[in-house]
């Protein structure tokens, strides 16, 4: 089986087995068929499948019918999937595949090309590189629809929680069957294969997985949502008359309830319960603990109640017992299907008992089979006070570990799990659920119902032959007595489980300023230590603009303005909490106590922790402006391409036809063409519209080359240092741009060291790290170090945004770490910027290490002039000047030249029967028909002749899939580079 690396789809665990969809669906149909599965590493995808097809391997899992495959045999198709339009979540849009003329519509790379249901339709289509730029685009109104496939879509919408914001309009654009690849000379894998794929369909297996991965898009939110119930105290109980109860399956009752949904309760199997809800199966259960496993299978609403788990030992045993570590060499039981038992397999030493039911474990405990058992704590107890084992067992504190619980949902229930998130908040702050936590996780008393009255029973017998009246006032006594103590618990229960439940911070501030109380929400964010309340409030603890970081004014400041009175309304601010520490973003709202039964409280102040929601929208703005910008530049470089081409051919035309000192003129002419082309190259990779020319580069001759650029520019106060690095250390990118980029770096520390006017030093260096790149090699960290003045956050916050700068307009453009940004992501790596005011600046390029040089561009070297054998070209281009001057070269290398500009007039030629050798052609042309829906054409009218591709920005690798495979050459380039492709191109 041929595997490459490929986020989401196939993934190297730090084990190494590999994970993802593709690894899921291989294991999935390899089990089935009885086939035992050997992997083979490939460095590209496009390799990993022309593997089968020439036989180096056997087969390759979830592909569709692709040129690549070759010769490659089909199986029975596994799924189909589909390419969807996506619009806003409005009522108030229309917007479908029949109404897109003037409509902006985002085109996600992915997609080989625009559907011919978008590329007919008028619409204004505009091209992203990732989703996250062109959702980001649409959930803020810059576009008006996205088109990709299913998988990508959602894979972004459920990891950012916006899949509520977005919907499918309408039926799949396109649709395309997924099948198994098999080798041609391995005929004898289609029977099980196909038998394999025919019965996971029946049993649904398929579709599961398919649909938890994202394949295929879920059913619609049906009138009436499944439950699934197991037997599970005190959560899931189901009674002996088959009546579904317990504190999930009634919370679950109540919120139904004010959300207007209509939910059937059945009993599921613990199997059943373990797998999640999934299409076909059942689609929600009652609130269950959250783990990363589940959450990769459910969607899930937020959280509702804290979930302990704790180690049960028979009473008196459990001396010198406070953690799992303590029990190393013990036999412990743990449940099949629970949480307890994957914490407790991370615990080395510890010898487990799986039980399939806690009845079981109970009783094993019990009788001394087992030391300790590991389980949720009430459930436990529960447990324990029905069969009447309370007082023989108990539960070491603290608990070892707890979860969240929550409400699961099947994938494509957004809408669901937003309604039930809408009154979550408000429900648990209600009586009515105080009553049903009271009822079913209150700890269990000892006087309980029965032994009250045993109590009143002796009692009563003791004094009712002497003191019958008085035995009469003390009984009325003891029930008022409990009667007030069950109304102060109650009361204590109901404010103590709203303020632990809440996830927000929740504080009540005195008149004087301190605090009164704070919920334990509040004191993880406020980092505020274990002391007695009231307490000042820290003096470390400060609040910012949130625009611009900088310090609120007193009249601004959220708890001054609260001890005065003011109501706050989820005002936003950012929270300081230490020096150094990340900022945290927050919705601020207060209102005043105005009870005279507490006058020495002034308001009550609530903090929402909504960090997580700022970061998205400022990933997606950035997104939004990068994308932009690089558009702008993709644009003005292609558009100078074409120009550069014009110049270069009319150049080498005219040095034919002129002396010596006039070609020497020409000569220079020609350079600068050069150099505009490398310059074009730059900005076309900054924008993300052409990959760097990547291969292996010393990083010794990087630095020693480095070093000859900065020192002439370095005052004499700056002092610059190199690390040795190995002579052997490689890695993998654009030498040109790697050099630029740390160009940059090095100039932007002489800059903020001279501002700062002291003496200083840059350090460069360069290590090898533990992590591993894209392509399974090392990450290289190449760190350029100064001791200047350093960043302020709200500078190191935007220090990466395009145009953003410190310096004055004559010394900066901000577009110096953004191009160091852009050209780490191109390379597959990443950027680390660690500065404080006062303490420097490090930034640290990740880039991979260097592997096997790759093949250049075809042509990029080439210096011999190929002559041509009388054919005939067909050139197709655009734009009239290098249409012009590119037939003049081909006349003069010996070519035949038949012409069109554009994309239409060439296949009006065609359909016309021209004869020609080879067709020419610029890939981008206005008029609905570019280069490659010109030679889909041609292919179509049953022409096979060879095809080269031109293009000012192409992007296109080895790894490109597109349906008419041919030669690509950028613009511009020389006549023997041009002749060179030719030549190869004709044979």
Not at 380 to 406: H, N
Not at 449 to 454: H, N, V
Not at 843 to 861: C, K, N, R, S
Request: aromatic share 6%; with cysteine; proline share 6%.
């Amino acid at each position: 089986m041929p595997w490459s690396p490929f986020a989401g789809r196939y993934e190297a665990a730090p084990d190494g087995s590999l994970t993802g969809y593709y690894a899921d669906l291989t294991r999935l149909i390899g089990e089935a068929a009885g086939l035992r599965i050997d992997y083979r590493e490939y460095d590209s995808i496009y390799e990993a499948l022309r593997s089968v097809g020439t036989g180096e391997t056997d087969m390759r899992v979830g592909v569709p019918d692709l040129p690549v495959l070759g010769d490659s045999l089909l199986s029975d198709p596994i799924a189909e999937a589909g390419v969807y339009l996506f619009v806003r979540n409005d009522p108030e849009v229309t917007l479908t595949s029949e109404n897109m003329r003037g409509q902006s519509i985002g085109v996600i790379t992915s997609v080989l090309r625009p559907p011919a249901a978008v590329a007919g339709s008028g619409a204004d289509v505009t091209i992203f590189e990732d989703a996250y730029g062109a959702f980001g685009a649409l959930v803020t109104g810059q576009l008006d629809g996205v088109v990709t496939s299913f998988k990508q879509a959602t894979d972004l919408l459920r990891s950012t929680r916006l899949d509520y914001r977005v919907k499918i309009s309408g039926a799949a654009l396109e649709r395309h069957e997924i099948y198994v690849a098999v080798a041609p000379g391995r005929p004898d894998l289609l029977p099980p294969i196909n038998a394999a794929i025919a019965q996971l369909k029946a049993d649904g297996d398929l579709e599961r997985v398919l649909t938890s991965w994202n394949v295929l898009r879920p059913a619609s939110v049906p009138d009436v949502l499944n439950v699934g119930v197991t037997n599970f105290p005190p959560y899931q109980i189901i009674t002996d008359t088959g009546e579904f109860t317990g504190y999930g399956v009634e919370a679950l009752r109540d919120l139904a309830q004010r959300t207007g949904l209509t939910l059937n309760f059945r009993q599921i199997t613990t199997n059943e319960w373990a797998r999640g809800p999934a299409q076909g199966t059942y689609d929600m259960l009652p609130p269950l603990s959250i783990t990363d496993e589940k959450r990769a299978v459910m969607d899930f609403t937020i959280p509702m109640q804290q979930s302990p788990y704790s180690i049960f030992m028979r009473r008196g045993e459990s001396a010198g017992i406070s953690a799992l570590p303590d029990l190393v060499g013990k036999r412990v039981g743990v449940a099949a299907n629970n949480w307890a038992r994957q914490v407790a397999m991370r615990q080395e030493g510890l010898d487990l008992v799986i039980f399939e039911n806690a009845e079981d474990m109970l009783a094993s405990l019990l009788s001394g089979e087992v030391s300790a058992v590991l389980y949720a704590t009430q459930t436990m107890e529960r447990l324990a006070e029905v069969d009447g084992s309370s007082e023989q067992i108990e539960a070491v504190q603290p608990p070892f570990t707890r979860t969240e619980r929550a409400i699961a949902l099947r994938p494509g229930l957004s809408s669901i799990r937003e309604n039930l998130n809408a009154v979550i908040p408000g429900y648990l702050s209600s009586e009515e659920y105080q009553n049903l936590r009271n009822r079913w996780l209150a700890a269990p008393t000892f006087w309980t119902a029965s032994r009250i009255w045993l109590a009143q029973v002796i009692i009563g017998t003791i004094f009712v032959l002497g003191a019958l009246g008085f035995v009469v006032l003390i009984l009325r006594a003891r029930r008022v007595a409990v009667i007030h103590a069950r109304r102060m618990e109650s009361l204590s229960n109901r404010f103590g489980a709203i303020l632990n439940t809440a996830r927000s911070g929740i504080l009540a501030l005195n008149r004087d300023g301190r605090i009164d109380t704070a919920n334990p929400g509040a004191i993880h964010m406020l980092q505020l230590p274990n002391q007695i309340w009231p307490a000042e409030w820290p003096d470390n603890i400060s609040f910012l603009d949130p625009y611009d970081l900088s310090p609120l004014e007193a009249s601004s400041d959220p708890v001054r303005r609260a001890l005065s009175g003011a109501v706050l309304k989820g005002e936003k601010a950012v929270l300081t909490t230490a020096a150094g520490a990340d900022p945290i973003h927050v919705h601020v709202s207060s209102s005043p106590v105005n009870d005279p039964s507490q006058p020495e409280l002034s308001s009550v102040i609530v903090l929402e922790d909504i960090t997580d929601q700022e970061s998205a929208r400022r990933m997606a703005e950035r997104a939004s402006r990068l994308d932009a910008l690089g558009q702008l530049t993709g644009g003005v470089a292609h558009d100078f391409n074409n120009i550069l081409g014009t110049i270069e051919y009319a150049t080498e035309l005219a040095m034919e036809r002129t002396d010596d000192d006039g070609r020497r003129y020409l000569r220079t002419s020609l350079g600068s063409v050069r150099r505009g082309a490398e310059l074009t190259t730059r900005l076309l990779t900054f924008a993300k519209r052409q990959p760097g020319k990547r291969r292996s580069v010393t990083l010794k001759d990087v630095f020693a080359d480095l070093r000859q650029l900065v020192e002439p520019v370095l005052e004499r106060s700056v002092t610059l240092h190199f690390d040795e690095v190995s002579p052997t250390l490689q890695v993998c990118c654009d030498p040109s741009q790697l050099e630029n980029a740390l160009l940059n770096l090095c100039l932007n520390s002489r800059d903020a060291l001279v501002q700062d006017g002291s003496a200083g030093s840059i350090h460069v260096s360069a290590v090898v790290t533990d992590d591993l790149g894209i392509n399974g090699r090392p990450l290289v960290a190449i760190s350029v170090q100064d001791d200047g003045p350093g960043m302020s956050p709200e500078v190191r916050e935007r220090a990466t945004d395009p145009f953003f700068t410190t310096k004055s307009a004559r010394k900066g453009t901000g577009l110096g770490l953004a191009m160091v940004y852009g050209f780490a992501d191109q390379s597959d790596g990443w950027m680390d910027v660690l500065s404080r005011l006062g303490e420097g600046c490090r930034i640290t390029v990740y880039l991979p290490m260097g592997e096997q040089i790759e093949d250049a561009t075809p042509g990029a070297t080439a210096s011999t002039v190929h002559m041509g054998k009388g054919e005939t070209i067909l050139i197709v281009e655009d734009q009239p000047d290098l249409l012009l001057m590119l037939s003049e070269v081909l006349k003069s290398l010996g070519y035949k030249i038949v012409s069109a500009p554009s994309g239409k007039d060439a296949l009006t030629l065609l359909q016309d029967g021209v004869t020609f050798d080879l067709l020419l052609t610029d890939i981008v042309m206005p008029g609905g028909v570019g280069g490659y829906q010109l030679a889909e054409r041609m292919r179509a009218l049953g022409i096979m002749l060879p095809i080269v591709y031109m293009s000012g920005y192409s992007g296109i690798g080895k790894d490109s899939y597109h349906s008419v495979p041919g030669a690509v050459i950028a613009k511009p380039c020389s006549p023997a580079e041009l002749s060179e492709v030719l030549r190869r191109a004709l044979g």
